[in-house]
């Protein structure tokens, strides 16, 4: 069994962690950059040591130094948490090659599933349904010319090695492939160091849904339900939730069952989440794997009641699922909002600095994940996520009052948040109803910051009111 496990991470992921770790009996030790003395991961930390300057690159992406900090400090095992060292297989393998163990899939899943176009064709021969587009990586501007006259327009190029919606641009007409093609690959250049692109079928309007699946190393593969993860700026998620107000019981099954196959032909261990799009006609197709934890998994954990970071450790130590499908209960309503240091109004750009007054939601239902207190600093170094609200509640119409009731409760002073656009969003007639997309918000975005900056506008009754699709019977599936 583990004993001693190492957080190769920051900010609320490494604190999640951390707690589970603590509630098993697991010492957990922390890793520190320079620039992270005074952050809550450290604060509340047992062990600690220093890895290195500000810089990701001199610290948290910094394996060599990691690797010293786990031996050293005499512990057994790594979590890598999510973003940085995560999805590395390389970094899974010196895990290892030093003789600890990776709380994570096996290295060989983690390269090949990272190699989105590669995953795409293994999921094709697992008969997994993907969206239309390239056999592999393009080779060059003029095959990405010809395929995109075969599939149609829009199309998407999205980054071999991708993820946080970077490498990817939408290609309208074919006069705008060949400068998207130069954009897309240097930003893949820059952010992957891999400029490698392939090509999908831009599938309109789509809600995102994703399966969360566990599979020990016996051969049990499970999912543990989907989470819609429509709400997105940039590709990235704001908003999740669970389960997908939309989603019918016959539907989920059958999308539960090709998350399991695609699983199943990765040789998958450990927890993971197979990301779908699912377009208007009841069509989903498969568009990735991440080999790791999820920032929403909350949503799940508060739903089945499962501990997923405990599931990872205990898989790791060599542990079999001491549950089968048939135990899983999908347990009312769940919503996570994430909570960006950032300016909508600005494009969403990173609001660092001072926090000068941090007070938390709480009652009923309700689960803060977060790293930040009153007077800490939000690095610019970093990402923007400063923490979680996740609430459950018996039904969606609960869930959705108590986020609200959340978001009013909830007050950040000293930087820029996203809180308001979430607020806004809760009222929203699609979100109420569950019909918004992965389009909605950057298409009502305009709109939804004039709300914002003309307070007037919450008086609205029509705003304010609950309208009649909200009834029970509705929302209560
Ligand atoms: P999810 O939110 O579904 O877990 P995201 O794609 O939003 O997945 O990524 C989670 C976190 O990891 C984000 O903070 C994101 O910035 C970071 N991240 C994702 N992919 C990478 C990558 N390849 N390199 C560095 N950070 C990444
Ligand atoms: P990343 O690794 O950056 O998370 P994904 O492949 O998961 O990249 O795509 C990120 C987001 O982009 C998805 O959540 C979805 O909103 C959108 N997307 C990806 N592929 C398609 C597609 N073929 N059609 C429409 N939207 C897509
Ligand atoms: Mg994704």
Same mark, same amino acid.
């Given at each position: 069994?583990?004993?001693?496990?190492?957080?190769?991470?920051?900010?609320?992921?490494?604190?999640?962690?951390?707690?589970?770790?603590?509630?098993?009996?697991?010492?957990?030790?922390?890793? *520190?950059?320079?620039?992270?003395?005074?952050?809550?991961?450290?604060?509340?930390? $047992?062990?600690?040591?220093?890895? $290195? $300057?500000?810089?990701?690159?001199?610290?948290?992406?910094?394996?060599?130094?990691?690797?010293?900090?786990?031996?050293?400090?005499?512990?057994?095992?790594?979590?890598?948490?999510?973003?940085?060292?995560?999805?590395?297989?390389?970094?899974?393998?010196?895990?290892?090659? %030093?003789?600890?163990?990776?709380?994570?899939?096996?290295?060989?899943?983690?390269?090949?599933?990272? +190699?989105?176009?590669?995953?795409?064709?293994?999921?094709?021969?697992?008969?997994?349904?993907?969206?239309?587009?390239?056999?592999?990586?393009?080779? %060059?501007?003029?095959?990405?010319?010809?395929?995109?006259?075969?599939?149609?327009?829009?199309?998407?190029?999205?980054?071999?090695?991708?993820?946080?919606?970077?490498?990817?641009?939408?290609?309208?007409?074919?006069?705008?492939?060949?400068?998207?093609?130069?954009?897309?690959?240097?930003?893949?250049?820059?952010?992957?160091? +891999?400029?490698?692109?392939?090509?999908?079928?831009?599938? %309109?309007?789509?809600?995102?849904?994703?399966?969360?699946?566990?599979?020990?190393?016996?051969?049990?593969?499970?999912?543990?339900?989907?989470?819609?993860?429509?709400?997105?700026?940039?590709?990235?998620?704001?908003?999740?939730?669970?389960?997908?107000?939309?989603?019918?019981?016959?539907?989920?099954?059958?999308?539960?069952?090709?998350?399991?196959?695609?699983?199943?032909?990765?040789?998958?261990?450990?927890?993971?989440?197979?990301?779908?799009?699912?377009?208007?006609?009841?069509?989903?197709?498969?568009?990735?794997?991440?080999?790791?934890?999820?920032?929403?998994?909350?949503?799940?954990?508060?739903?089945? $009641?499962?501990?997923?970071?405990?599931?990872?450790?205990?898989?790791?130590?060599?542990?079999?699922?001491?549950?089968?499908?048939?135990?899983?209960?999908?347990?009312?309503?769940?919503?996570?909002?994430?909570?960006?240091?950032?300016?909508?109004?600005?494009?969403?750009?990173?609001?660092?600095?001072?926090?000068?007054?941090?007070?938390?939601?709480?009652?009923?239902?309700?689960?803060?994940?977060?790293?930040? *207190?009153?007077?800490?600093?939000?690095?610019?170094?970093?990402?923007?996520?400063?923490?979680?609200?996740?609430?459950?509640?018996? +039904?969606?119409?609960?869930?959705?009052?108590?986020?609200?009731?959340?978001?009013?409760?909830?007050?950040?002073?000293?930087?820029?948040?996203?809180?308001?656009?979430?607020?806004?969003?809760?009222?929203?007639?699609?979100?109420?109803?569950?019909?918004? +997309?992965?389009?909605?918000?950057?298409?009502?975005?305009?709109?939804?910051?004039?709300?914002?900056?003309?307070?007037?506008? *919450?008086?609205?009754?029509?705003?304010?009111?609950?309208?009649?699709?909200?009834?029970?019977?509705?929302? %209560?599936?």
């Amino acid at each position: 069994m583990i004993r001693k496990v190492l957080v190769a991470n920051r900010g609320e992921i490494a604190i999640r962690i951390m707690r589970t770790c603590r509630e098993m009996g697991i010492e957990p030790v922390m890793i *520190y950059s320079t620039a992270d003395r005074e952050a809550l991961h450290v604060e509340l930390a $047992g062990t600690t040591v220093c890895v $290195g $300057g500000p810089a990701p690159g001199e610290s948290y992406l910094n394996m060599k130094n990691i690797l010293a900090a786990a031996l050293g400090s005499g512990c057994d095992a790594i979590h890598p948490g999510y973003g940085f060292l995560a999805e590395r297989a390389d970094f899974a393998e010196l895990v290892i090659a %030093s003789g600890l163990k990776f709380i994570g899939p096996r290295p060989e899943t983690i390269r090949l599933l990272g +190699n989105k176009a590669r995953a795409r064709q293994l999921m094709m021969s697992a008969g997994v349904p993907v969206t239309p587009g390239s056999d592999g990586i393009l080779d %060059s501007v003029d095959e990405a010319v010809d395929l995109a006259d075969q599939l149609g327009f829009p199309i998407l190029l999205k980054a071999d090695a991708g993820g946080g919606g970077r490498g990817m641009r939408r290609v309208d007409q074919a006069a705008d492939l060949p400068a998207a093609y130069v954009e897309a690959t240097n930003e893949a250049e820059q952010a992957f160091g +891999n400029g490698a692109l392939y090509m999908e079928k831009l599938i %309109s309007a789509p809600k995102h849904l994703e399966f969360q699946i566990l599979a020990d190393a016996a051969g049990n593969v499970i999912h543990l339900g989907e989470r819609d993860c429509s709400l997105q700026r940039r590709r990235q998620k704001m908003i999740e939730e669970s389960p997908c107000a939309t989603l019918s019981p016959e539907l989920r099954d059958e999308m539960g069952a090709a998350a399991i196959r695609a699983a199943q032909a990765a040789d998958y261990l450990g927890a993971g989440t197979v990301e779908f799009v699912l377009d208007n006609d009841g069509n989903y197709y498969f568009i990735e794997v991440n080999t790791r934890i999820q920032v929403e998994h909350p949503v799940t954990e508060v739903l089945t $009641g499962i501990d997923l970071i405990r599931e990872q450790i205990r898989i790791a130590s060599g542990q079999n699922l001491t549950f089968s499908q048939e135990d899983i209960r999908l347990d009312g309503h769940a919503i996570e909002c994430r909570i960006n240091a950032e300016s909508p109004e600005q494009d969403f750009r990173p609001s660092p600095g001072r926090i000068e007054r941090f007070v938390m939601p709480g009652g009923p239902g309700v689960r803060i994940d977060s790293a930040v *207190y009153p007077g800490c600093s939000v690095s610019p170094r970093y990402d923007s996520m400063i923490g979680k609200v996740i609430v459950h509640a018996r +039904n969606r119409r609960e869930a959705v009052r108590r986020m609200r009731r959340c978001l009013e409760e909830l007050i950040i002073e000293g930087i820029d948040t996203n809180v308001m656009l979430l607020y806004v969003l809760l009222y929203e007639k699609d979100f109420i109803r569950g019909t918004y +997309n992965t389009e909605y918000v950057e298409a009502h975005l305009p709109r939804l910051l004039e709300y914002i900056s003309n307070p007037e506008a *919450y008086d609205d009754p029509v705003l304010l009111s609950v309208p009649e699709a909200y009834d029970d019977k509705e929302m %209560s599936e």
